[in-house]
């Protein structure tokens, strides 16, 4: 559906207006304010849209936001690669599901680099161009892929970064969308 289509607009208000209307039976959630499922939704959806400070840190801290997101990131989801806790005893450098292939490299130019490399199985699919990344038990981080060229895209990493480090541990689950 097209980002400005009536439909979907009415369709999002809904789900914020049923959200709220449990909020507001809901004794507990009196002093909690939840994120808007459209809020989450344009950031799932969005290559421009940011979060903001505040609803950053409401994500953060809300369980309940947090499955809300990983519907509707897998609800879409181009590849899921998920945590490799019990198969793994160590750093993660492939990944890999039916759809593509993640590679972690280093660099040979810079040793405190590496390259993040992603080859899609079939080369006439759309390109995904967000990487989701979730760490068991934290938050959420989102990736603007490069563009593909073929069915490959490749981008260069910090070694030490967030983002490496996160892709490299066996714990994390990830979503190509």
């Given at each position: 559906?097209?980002?400005?289509?009536?439909?979907?607009?009415?369709?999002?208000?809904?789900?914020?207006?049923?959200?709220?209307?449990?909020?507001?039976l809901?004794?507990?959630?009196?002093?909690?304010?939840?994120?808007?499922?459209?809020?989450?939704?344009?950031?799932?959806?969005?290559?421009?849209?940011?979060?903001?400070?505040?609803?950053?840190?409401?994500?953060a801290?809300?369980?309940?936001?947090?499955?809300?997101?990983?519907?509707?990131?897998?609800?879409?989801?181009?590849?899921?690669?998920?945590?490799?806790?019990?198969?793994a005893?160590?750093?993660?450098?492939?990944?890999?599901?039916?759809?593509?292939?993640?590679?972690?490299?280093?660099?040979?130019?810079?040793?405190?680099?590496?390259?993040?490399?992603?080859?899609?199985?079939?080369?006439?699919?759309?390109?995904?161009?967000?990487?989701?990344?979730?760490?068991?038990?934290?938050?959420?981080?989102?990736?603007?892929?490069?563009?593909?060229s073929?069915?490959?895209?490749?981008?260069?990493?910090?070694?030490?970064?967030?983002?490496?480090?996160?892709?490299?541990?066996?714990?994390?689950?990830?979503?190509?969308?």
């Amino acid at each position: 559906m097209p980002a400005d289509d009536p439909v979907r607009k009415l369709a999002l208000a809904a789900l914020d207006a049923d959200a709220q209307a449990r909020d507001l039976l809901d004794a507990s959630a009196a002093t909690a304010t939840r994120l808007a499922v459209s809020v989450l939704y344009r950031y799932a959806s969005d290559l421009s849209y940011e979060l903001s400070p505040a609803d950053a840190q409401k994500l953060a801290s809300d369980d309940a936001a947090q499955a809300d997101l990983a519907g509707l990131i897998a609800a879409n989801a181009f590849a899921y690669m998920p945590r490799q806790a019990a198969a793994a005893s160590g750093a993660v450098s492939r990944r890999e599901s039916g759809t593509a292939v993640l590679t972690l490299t280093p660099s040979q130019a810079e040793p405190g680099q590496v390259y993040l490399g992603i080859e899609l199985f079939d080369p006439e699919a759309p390109p995904p161009v967000h990487l989701f990344i979730r760490h068991a038990d934290g938050p959420w981080r989102r990736i603007q892929l490069p563009p593909f060229s073929g069915a490959r895209a490749q981008m260069l990493l910090d070694a030490t970064g967030e983002t490496a480090s996160a892709l490299a541990d066996p714990e994390t689950e990830v979503y190509l969308r």
